[in-house]
């Protein structure tokens, strides 16, 4: 895997923020505390073994590698030792801000998922499977925040349904390759679409049809999920969701900017203004809020 057991942490944390560099928000910013940066990046990291074990190991060994991650699960809440370096760097934080163990699991099973389920007909049932991949993100932040309560989990679960969801429209190409569609079937047929139109090298019109279609449905479930989100965490939690907010915003306009064009080339957020967008959403809520008075 691209975390190996020898490493130093200093190695551990370079090679995550490598990775995380590709990634449409900011993992773990700098702005941030080094404790608050510490725990989101352990967090990122079982993410990412898991997603790796998922995606990239050899297919027959990929249940055997979750099971060996499920184990170690078994000892993080158990108070043991874990075998595998990122869940030893997680038990810390686990334990420090006692995180309870549904979340992770249910990364566990969205990967497990993908080795049987490579297709998906509707929306909603799209949405169901980001409950599983996505959706678990959120609500442990939410924890390493101290601020999970039911209004701002429901809120958390449909920005991070968003981003996923923006995220298949990247990769659509690169999913298509790997054996997977994202896209709703039902979507792809009502445009006229046909699989094989996503190993094409640039994209159909009709294909962007149902990109764009469902950007747009991202994008309401950021704004509709950002609100809250934005109008009731306070501090370093606020800071840090802005920041994933902003992301998924400026992966739309990229999205946007290339007219959904995914298959020619990249459409990845433009760095440099990031922290722009970083502000404006901090900026747009405390304007609807000085409306709402």
């Known amino acids: 895997m691209i975390i190996e057991p020898s490493w130093s942490a200093a190695e551990h944390d370079r090679a995550l923020d490598r990775l995380a560099a590709r990634e449409n928000f900011p993992v773990a910013a700098r702005l941030l505390p080094a404790r608050h940066r510490a725990d989101l990046r352990a967090v990122y990291g079982f993410a990412r073994l898991v997603d790796d074990i998922g995606d990239e190991a ?13 184990d170690d699960l078994d000892r993080v809440f158990a108070g043991r030792t874990p075998n595998l370096p990122q869940l030893r760097r997680l038990a810390r934080t686990v334990h420090a801000h006692r995180v309870p163990e549904e979340p992770f699991r249910d990364l566990v099973q969205a990967n497990r998922q993908d080795q049987v389920v490579d297709r998906y007909e509707t929306f909603a049932g799209l949405k169901a499977y980001c409950t599983l991949s996505a959706a678990p993100v959120g609500r442990i ?15 958390s679960d449909g920005v991070c349904t968003a981003l996923q969801i923006i995220e298949h429209c990247q990769d659509a190409g ?9 896209l709703p079937g039902e979507d792809l047929r009502r445009f006229g679409c046909a699989e094989d ?16 279609l469902q950007a747009g449905r991202a994008r309401d479930l950021l704004d509709t999920g950002a ?10 939690a606020r800071i840090a969701v802005a920041g994933y907010v902003a992301g998924g915003r400026g992966a739309l306009a990229a999205l946007e900017r290339g007219r959904y064009d995914v298959l020619a080339h990249p459409l990845r957020p433009r760095r440099a203004a990031l922290p722009v967008r970083w502000a404006g959403a901090l900026g747009r809520t405390r304007a609807l809020g000085r409306r709402g008075r």
């Open 197 to 212: 139109d996503l190993a094409r090298t640039v994209t159909p019109t009709r294909l962007r049809g149902v990109l764009a």
């Open 227 to 236: 609100a809250p989100l934005l109008a009731e965490l306070t501090g370093w």
């Open 58 to 70: 050899p297919a027959a060994q990929r249940p055997k590698l979750l099971d060996l991650v499920d």
């Open 174 to 182: 690169e999913d298509y390759r790997s054996g997977r569609i994202y």
């Open 141 to 155: 932040v939410l924890h390493l925040f101290r601020a999970h309560t039911p209004r701002l989990v429901a809120a």
